[in-house]
């Protein structure tokens, strides 16, 4: 595994805010607490960059997030370079793609900054901004609060 992402497993096992880590060859597959459905965090080196994403095989599940976007009318950039804020890290998130990929999952993702990319630190935040950013979007962080 690549080094980098070893000293963010670290730093995720420390947080203790997913209920697993799983180590790929190429990425940390963090999966989301608490989630009624199976949802998941990466980091994935790809090229000489990284990638952070949030993944989840439920249909309605991304369609919650979907829906708090839209109403709180929030750019979802926004919400995770508030939660970057919290933890210290100043910047732009670059654009973050939404799609369902050929494996049928819905995804949310993008490249960390290429200077970040190098940087465990950075790239530990913007695993744990996507955490704190989703978890308080649709069913992520729980299920509905409509009850």
Avoid at 68 to 83: A, Q, R
Wanted: contains cysteine.
């Amino acid at each position: 595994m690549n080094p980098l992402l070893q000293t963010v497993l670290h730093h995720a096992t420390a947080r203790g805010c997913f209920s697993r880590i799983e180590t790929l060859s190429d990425r940390l597959r963090c999966h989301a607490k608490d989630c009624p459905e199976p949802a998941w965090y990466e980091l994935a080196a790809i090229g000489d960059g990284l990638l952070v994403r949030f993944a989840t095989p439920d249909r309605w599940l991304s369609e919650s997030i979907e829906s708090d976007l839209m109403h709180f009318g929030d750019p979802l950039e926004e919400l995770v370079e508030e939660e970057l804020a919290e933890l210290g890290w100043r910047g732009k998130v670059p654009a973050i793609k939404h799609f369902r990929d050929d494996a049928k999952l819905y995804t949310f993702e993008n490249p960390l900054p290429s200077a970040s990319a190098a940087d465990a630190e950075v790239a530990a935040k913007f695993l744990f901004a996507y955490e704190a950013a989703f978890r308080a979007l649709g069913d992520v962080g729980g299920g509905d609060d409509d009850e």
